[in-house]
């Protein structure tokens, strides 16, 4: 089936650097891709939707310039966490809706730390 | 209010129980309604997906929705150790929305 993949798996970085996180769709193309948060025993948080070719709609309440996107082809989106800090450390994951069904494709994730 | 209200959980439960997972939503334009499973520390993977009102059987797993009462469940027979996971019921297609996730552990 259709596969997800999302770089690096995990990383660690220190407080004030940025941060640059991959998701690729790897046999489909997708104009829309979403992007979560999730914290420890929480649910997914979308944080926005990266949209190709066009700029990103972001959720009530996060922040554009922290959090850039860029879906710059049909199979590749990044979110760059721009000066993080410990708080933005979580897990992040993104997906892509089938182009077949109503199901959407998940990356695996990325942990991010930030000491 | 949240369009998708999930039982918060955790739920435990021995080897070989009958498992009951359940949401509710409030958008009565919600049509497609999905169940996902997250292992820790992995992306989500779509579990089962029905449309509109009904059951629908796969394996040990069963997702029943009653559109008149907004309601989504899935059961899960025989229960298994492997089976332990967090489940998310979603609804709709593009921009799906989430329940908060009930965590379950099987006990062996």
């Known amino acids: 089936g259709a596969v997800v993949s999302q770089h690096p798996s995990r990383v660690i970085c220190k407080s004030g650097t940025s941060v640059k996180i991959e998701c690729r769709s790897l046999d489909f193309q997708a104009t829309t891709m979403f992007w979560y948060r999730q914290f420890p025993k929480q649910s997914l948080m979308l944080m926005a939707t990266s949209n190709e070719g066009s700029k990103a709609t972001y959720e009530q309440g996060v922040e554009k310039d922290k959090f850039l996107i860029n879906h710059a082809s049909l199979t590749l989106s990044t979110l760059t966490v721009t000066s993080a800090h410990p708080e933005d450390s979580s897990f992040y994951i993104c997906s892509a809706p089938s182009p077949v069904s109503y199901e959407q494709y998940f990356g695996p994730g990325t942990r991010l730390t930030v000491t | 209010q949240k369009e998708v209200e999930q039982d918060p959980g955790p739920l435990s439960v021995p080897e070989g129980a009958i498992v009951s997972l359940n949401c509710t939503y409030s958008n009565s334009a919600f049509q497609y309604f999905m169940w996902y499973r997250q292992y820790s520390r992995k992306g989500p993977e779509l579990l089962m997906y029905?449309?509109?009102?009904g059951n629908k059987e796969d394996g040990r797993f069963t997702a029943q929705v009653d559109k008149s009462s907004k309601y989504i469940s899935l059961f899960i027979r025989d229960s298994q150790p492997s089976d332990s996971a967090t489940y998310l019921c979603a609804t709709n297609a593009g921009k799906s929305t989430f329940g908060d996730g009930t965590t379950l552990t099987v006990k062996p």
């Open positions: 029905t449309y509109s009102s």
